[in-house]
């Protein structure tokens, strides 16, 4: 059995001792976060992704032992599990090898060797595979018709006897695995649109004729085709030329010194044909599928990251407005918290147009109100709605542009039909987009994270693979911040560490029944939440103004009496050694260590006194689009503009420029040098810098460039590294490096010179 341990520890680099306290507290119930943040001493400051790396490698490899005893089982009880095979099935590595080695065991339906062996002519094709140079083939198969058995003559004994040996080639398992590495090495995407579906399928009309590489065939390109297959609009094949194929399978096996030569070059070809080319198309399909949906997952999260982790407006009073024309511009107001005050209707709009009472609605609700800033939707009538906020000259009111992606999946939620009961979908959709304003982490918790829009063929890829990766970012991101107990929801409390839907709920009644929590230790007093909960989630929530000042940090109660002991020591309050830098300046760290606390957590508790409970998010900064461009007639070529970047794909980045459609900047006009990965350039929700290169307003089509500009390769919001991302950098069609090319080159050789060079190869 593979020890499971050295294993991870073996693929990713990490010393046994930290994989196995890791998947000890892992194994005990203790989360990523969790782990990564307050139990460093035990794991060796492992980070966020190590500890979820360490998690999903060891899973795989459950799960590759448990199929491996499955298997074992199976094929002792069938009697055949002799030490050889037992010994191989042990030392398999990988699913694939695991499964060919069970193939030749694995039980069946009727199949056509099942057949012949029935017939009785297992015998005829061990004679055909020996290597005896003077057997008379049809002299052998002779011996071996029998009408009673349906076999008449000759030819339907060898053709029976074909069928056998066609079966064995296809469960060898030296034979697959050389057949596999064939279809990933040389294997190509050919795809075809199937007749009379051109016009239906116009979106995919880059498929109609295409060819490309399976091992460089990058991610969204994998899943277009897919999709345009799925659709019926293409036929799609994945293999590599047959002759190449063939060629491989007749050099291992065929001996063209014997006699029963031709016999094996005909099973061969069956062979090839009708079981190995499926078998392996499926299995490079698969794997093809498996990379192409990581690299979208890992898109996905990335983006879901940078958007949960923008930047707050923070607790302001906010009026939101929900743009639109013939039904007007739902209006609301929010209190510092997030509380509805008051919605209504405005038409500033067309066909309206009630200019003069919409804004005299607007002012009154922000005297009497008292608001600060006002937030607006960037759907449809956004630029319009924002030109008559604009133009009130509300002093002190601040107005942004919000993304509101989703917030309409929110409003007709049971979430949003519990919060607001006695509101339509309209208000609810308003509210949504004001409170993202003032804590897009908070609101955005509330929504399917595949409805916000900042993914790539997301209903596409692995749907359970899509949903554990953005749930592991939200909570990465919750409990990165902190949350307010007190003011949270239990949507939003419900991804902080150790708690869960349930528990998130029971915190919200206990609330609601006995008032705002004054410490950390009265979660204790909440249903279900025992001592193990309490541990894992205690550290990342936040009581504003608790008796004891820790509580609004991020020092975990389990350390509260070092930080006693630290004020102790120089004479102080806990909470002067807060406020004050000079006092906890002063305290040396050696004097703390313990067997169970050492430098990596006090390192953070000093931290965290610096700046207790301090926000990881960048300040808000207000952003406005380009004066007088409102529509995509508006755009013309070579005009600048500046725009936020809503969406990041593998092949480029999409912003919003103010006109109702995002504009495309391509991988190779993102800066002024060579880049493989948009994420080295720009992150979701940044404010940039943008050239406006082609318009094509038919196809609602927009072509952007930041090559030149402030900013091209390096934007002056400086991007911040992501650790959490374990994508794999794609390049475009144009990236080719120079072996790629010089494999692209060998196609123009002859079918000799091509069949030689893969004879080298293989043998």
Known sequence: MVNIIQKVAQLLSIPERQVNATLELLDDGATVPFISRYRKEV??????????DIRDKAQALRELEKRREAILKSIDDQGKLTDDLKNKVLAAETMSVLEDIYLPYKPKRKTRASIARERGLEPLADVILSPDLGADIEAEAKKYINPEKEVE???????????????????????????????????AFKARVIPGKEEEGAKYKDYFDWTESVGRAPSHRVLAMRRAEKEMIISLDC???EEEALFLLEDIHIDRRLPSADQIQLAVKDAYKRLLKPSMESESRLTSKKSADEDAIGVFAENLRQLLLSAPLGQKRVLAL???????????CLDRQGKLLEDGVIYPNEPQKQVAKSASMIQHLVEKHNIEAIAIGNGTASRETESFARNLGLSNVQIVVVNESGASIYSASEVARNEFPDKDVTVRGAVSIGRRLMDPLAELVKIDAKSIGVGQYQHDVDQTALKASLDDVVMSCVNAVGVEVNTASKELLSYVSGLGPSIAKNIVDFRNENGAFTSRAQLKKVPRLGPKAFEQCAGFLRIRDAKNPLDSSAVHPESYDIVKKMAETLGVKVKDLMSNDKIHNQIKLDDYVTDSVGIPT????????????????????????????????????????PGIVTNITNF??????????????????MADRYITDPNEVVKVHQKVQVVVT??????????????????????SQQ????????RKPQGGGNNRRPQQQKEENSENLSMADKLAMLKNKFN
């Open 43 to 52: 794991t060796g400051s492992l980070d966020e992704v190590q500890v979820a």
């Open 153 to 187: 003559d000759v030819d339907k004994a060898l053709a029976g006897a074909r069928d056998i040996i066609a079966e064995r080639l296809n469960e060898d398992q030296e034979t697959r695995a050389e057949m596999r590495e064939l279809f990933m090495k040389k294997g």
């Open 239 to 241: 293999s590599p030329e």
């Open 322 to 332: 929900d743009p639109g024309f013939r039904t007007g511009c739902k209006v609301v």
């Open 602 to 641: 006090l390192t953070d508790i000093l931290k965290e006194l610096a700046k207790p409970g301090r926000d990881p998010r960048e300040q808000f900064e207000a952003f406005e689009f380009k004066e007088g461009v409102e529509k995509i007639s508006d755009l013309t070529v070579g005009m600048k503009l």
């Open 652 to 669: 480029g980045a999409f912003v919003d420029v103010g006109v109702h459609q995002d504009g495309l900047v391509h991988l190779s006009q």
């Open 694 to 715: 082609d318009v094509d307003i038919a196809r609602k089509r927009i072509a952007l460039s930041m090559k030149g500009l402030d900013g091209a390769g390096g934007s």
């Open 719 to 726: 991007r911040k590294p992501q650790s959490s991302s374990n």
